[in-house]
């Protein structure tokens, strides 16, 4: 790599990985060299790659985001994010721990700058590992549909921190888990493999029946569970929101005019 310094210009050799070598041909002409904390220096460069065929679809694999799974789809299956509780448990104890210290040095007069510094470490150790599951997560989720040949629905998630159907305990546990960027890897990753992403109405997909649509709070006699108190479906509260999420998208597909945000191919 060749870097212009304030002493000039210098070459300096860097090392890529199998993934980034593959792609480096794809390089937009843009990057930023970046400092970790740790003192590791990075390269990191935009590459603009083709958008996969869109595959026309009248399908959906539904994906309903929560707590107990990190992700359930409406084939019934929960996506758990391997020692995502554990680890989140874990970092959320550890921060607390480091905070209280902190705060009791504070109030003896010292400065806790070593207690910030492994706050940050743990920050960037949690994101790390949580970008990488999300990686995974939307990887499997982007090939499922692909080879269903299906495309993916999930809820519009600008409402998820107010939701009813999460407590406050479980709102602020969640709050630190990276929904968002779940959700962006899942985008991209959905139109680079060409397969169509319906972003739906989140209204009362853990109240509604799956089944026969009656909707109603008392569906959900615990937070887990849903039983329909007209036809008596039950099925555990994430795959019935799953299963709502997926015939809103092919709802939206069967009637593309009056569908906003249409993703038709072509
Ligand atoms: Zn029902």
Redesign the pocket.
Known sequence: MSLLTLQGRILVPFIMGTYQSERFSAAKGQCDLVRRRDGQWFLLVTVDLPDGAKTPTTDFLGVDLGVANVATDSDGVKHSGDGVETCRIRHHTRRQGLQKAAAGRKRRGRRPKAIRRKLRDLSGREARFRKDVNHTLSKTLVAKAQDTGRGLALEDLKGIRDRTRFRKAQRARMGGWAFHQLRTFIAYKAQRGGVMLEIVDPRNTSRE??????VAKT?RPSQAEFR??????TDPADVNAARNIRSRARAAVDRPNDHGGCRHPG
């Open positions: 029946c799956a089944v026969c649509g009656y569906n329909c108190g007209v036809c008596g479906h």
